[in-house]
């Protein structure tokens, strides 16, 4: 079983609906989810420390990004946990885990891209893969926004209740499942059967790492 | 006489050094500079509050940001800062400003150009005008890491005396001179003698302003 | 008076309304208006030629790119436009300019922005001076789909004529009137009252290109 | 065995040198190699049209992309290819193939950066999986040029056996590897002897197919 872990800002609750939305997504897909909310009391003059939430990630299979677009990026909040990561990013601790991410702010386009492209970027430096959204674009339906790099949600004054609608959460359900999925087949989760028939046998992932 | 503000954040001191360079070349050009530094004491649980700094920015006609790269973007410090303009982003406040930018990190390209972008998009969220450096890059010399939409400085674990080194700082002043000359050209500073011709004239800003 | 190029590439015909939108804007505000397009026929081998076109590019105070989004970024014919600008890059003979964009796609985000942020990378290579749009976003009306950094319209299979929509040109008239006007305040068009008080005097605009 | 596809253009030959290392890498780590040069003869009017390269691609598990840095992004000749994509981009063909990417231009930085965020982006429309380079920086080494997004070269006039030089083929090498190790452990490449003891078992990858 893979471990996916959701970690996330949310400033108003809007971005907190789709995060349970990629998490309800990925649990469907039978991977052990950890929804781990970024919070302000864990900063201290723009500095993050939560030892126990970034050991939740260091244990995770792939780690799914999350916040509002805030003047055209990334909350200031999810920032600072990003920056709190510099240890592992010198460690490699987090290579080759799955990443990917999602959005959420008032317009159909506003500048959400820049968000997702900051956590590919962030991704990146710590080596991780990235999984997009797999989903082509329908008017009114899963993925209405036209996103591809992961999934935009749209939220302006609504309650929490009420926006992002159903189609943006369905949205992140999809990636939610699309990311387990992808981590298991990463990770070659294999049944007990076929782990007796490869008995005495290194598995594959294990003799692809020690190849690299 | 144009008003430039440099407003920057430095955790190491680095990214400070190359503030002083960039505020130096707006000087040198004739610009009043306000050289302000992000500091995390303004910042609670990931949100910025000097109210002071801010009414410094909205009385400037050009904006310079500054901040280190940190795992792919700006400084945590800095996107609190970029929060905390949200009314005046509102307001249109900072409209028709003109808006500049730097950032120092340790290898020659390190995704700073991703912090660069960023500072661009937080710009034309507030609709200001984006002036970028224009020097053809020189091996060893000015611009020798070859960015065009903005500044890039390098420095590793060496001292902030010592990194970034004398040739980014040039390249710091020239992208200082270039706005606060084009702040100058875009706010008409009529000496006192064309005053003179032109008294009971309005100011061609305030036409064009008024014709927006 | 100002000069404002819009040059664009258009294959179905919506982005040419688009430009045209614009260019009306720009025509609204007193400026001369040269509307280019890019034919495949001047493209051989993804090279593009076309020394009259690039010529009035060169007599214009700005230039405003227009593009398809396809595949994610500027379509290729725009590209091997810009391809073909490499010597006026060298001899850097569009410094000081100014720039804008707008493009069109099917999606309401789909990835626009990206195109967005390839204009605006190119024209910082140019040396250029960005304006992006300045329209809060209303829903249904200007701006509706929350664009900053330029302008975005919206086509799918529906005829030129009906998409982008009568919101999406309006917008797009905004960006050539902002465009024109800044233009014209970069430009201080002097009338012949002020000029007759200037006479013996250099212009400021010469005094801050000699001085830069 | 997997199969990796490298598809690059190159203008004046440095870029090709680039593909020839990423090859090598991708083939050390016995990945069978399709090493695809995008020729300006199969390009008309922008369009590229060479359905043997594309059909070659579709037949691989992963797909490299490279291209010089021109004035700011991707050169039209790799655009044009990429525009060529569309249909397989409805059909979803190319989805959960493994992608990746290298550039080469004069400087240090040089917007490369720009050029490898248009192929993550255009690999999301595809849906596949983006894989970034896993070599933190070395001054004069692996990676010196500090890229985590994919792969940057430098050239700048001098002959392409000299640039880019050792450094950053090694570096265009460690990509390679990493691409189709990656390739090898997301495609479970089972042995003869591993296949018998499956025997009647689906492969893991047909369940997750199945699933999704």
């Not at 909310?37 to 900063?43: A, N, S, T």
């Not at 990334?74 to 592992?88: C, L, V, Y």
């Not at 990235?130 to 993925?143: F, K, Q, R, S």
Request: hydrophobic share 40%; no cysteine; proline share 3%.
């Amino acid at each position: 079983m893979s471990t996916v872990s959701v970690v996330y800002f949310s400033g108003s609750g809007h971005t907190a609906k789709m995060a349970e939305a990629v998490a309800k997504g990925a649990a469907a897909s039978g991977a052990k989810v950890n929804l781990l909310r970024i919070r302000g009391e864990d900063i201290t003059q723009g500095r993050y420390e939560n030892d126990a939430a970034l050991a939740q990630l260091d244990a995770s299979d792939a780690i799914i990004f999350g916040s509002p677009t805030y003047m055209g990026g990334p909350a200031a909040q999810f920032k600072a946990f990003a920056d709190a990561t510099g240890e592992r990013w010198y460690m490699r601790k987090w290579a080759d885990k799955l990443a990917a991410g999602f959005t959420v702010s008032g317009g159909p386009s506003g500048d959400k891209l820049s968000t997702l492209q900051y956590f590919f970027t962030f991704s990146m430096q710590h080596a991780m893969l990235w999984v997009g959204l797999n989903e082509l674009p329908a008017e009114e339906g899963i993925n209405r926004l036209s996103s591809y790099s992961g999934v935009m949600g749209q939220a302006r004054q609504e309650e929490p209740e009420v926006a992002p609608n159903g189609a943006d959460k369905l949205t992140g359900e999809s990636l939610g499942r699309r990311v387990a999925q992808a981590a298991q087949r990463w990770n070659q989760p294999l049944s007990t059967r076929e782990k007796q028939a490869w008995s005495g046998v290194r598995s594959i992932k294990d003799e692809v790492l020690a190849a690299s």
